[in-house]
């Protein structure tokens, strides 16, 4: 265990449905990411949080809402997804933002958007 | 734009075997390099961070090299078990990009008993 925790690890959802994915990180850190896994494609940074300030923000599409309300927890709002949204989502953590701060992962939520 | 390429994308081999993973990058002005490990449907475990400045780490039987000059990094993994079993990920922090790291799409490894 790497001390970052996701919920839900698996979630279905139509493309008309609204739903939240849940990062907790149990490290003290001050800095969280989202990232998404493809099919066949390198994982790719969507948004990075320090000191729940929004820090980064790379091109993600309006659909993905992100909300840091305190340090140790971060979410990610889903609306009106699309087929090619689904994805493993992957949260991250690490001591502050910015370089050579090692990055701890959490174990992902599994996302199919029907 | 920064592009990781990671070779080969799948290897399987019989355990006992030593092997390299091989992790190109094609901008040198990176900070770090990290190795990471991924097992089917599970996040990432940070298995190896270099430095800029070092050529290599070690941790057990893993063992990781940086040429940050050629843009190269090899994994080597002595003694394979079935437990390496795997996908193994290679990622670059630029020297310009703060917190933002490349990722290659990874190597898929397979250690047969």
């Known amino acids: 265990e790497t001390g970052v925790t996701q919920t839900p690890r698996h979630l279905v959802m139509g493309m008309t449905n609204k739903k939240s994915l849940k990062c907790e990180q149990h490290?003290?850190?001050?800095?969280m990411y989202w990232y998404k896994q493809s099919a066949k494609k390198p994982l790719e940074l969507m948004f990075v949080?320090?000191?729940?300030?929004?820090?980064e923000n790379n091109s993600v599409p309006s659909r993905f809402s992100p909300e840091c309300p305190n340090s140790s927890h971060l979410f990610l709002h889903l609306h009106t997804l699309q087929p090619e949204d689904s994805a493993l989502y992957l949260c991250?953590?690490?001591?502050?933002?910015?370089?050579?701060?090692?990055?701890?992962f959490g174990p992902g939520t599994r996302l199919t958007v029907l | 734009k920064q592009e990781v390429t990671q070779i080969p994308a799948a290897l399987s081999v019989p355990e006992g075997e030593n092997l390299v993973l091989n992790c190109s990058f094609t901008?040198?002005?990176?900070?770090?390099l990290q190795w990471f490990r991924q097992d089917p449907g599970k996040g990432l475990t940070s298995l190896l961070l270099?430095?800029?400045?070092?050529r290599e780490q070690t941790s057990g039987r893993l063992n990781a090299s940086l040429d940050k000059s050629s843009g190269r990094s090899t994994l080597y993994i002595a003694a394979s078990q079935p437990g390496d079993s795997a996908t193994y990920l290679c990622?670059?922090?630029?020297?310009?990009?703060?917190?933002?790291?490349?990722f290659g799409e990874g190597t898929q490894l397979t250690v047969n008993p």
């Open positions: 991250a953590s690490s001591r502050v933002a910015g370089r050579n701060n090692e990055q701890f």
């Open positions: 490290l003290g850190h001050n800095a």
């Open positions: 949080y320090n000191f729940k300030e929004q820090t």
């Open positions: 901008d040198s002005a990176i900070y770090n």
């Open positions: 270099i430095q800029s400045s070092q």
């Open positions: 990622a670059v922090n630029e020297e310009t990009s703060g917190s933002r790291l490349t």
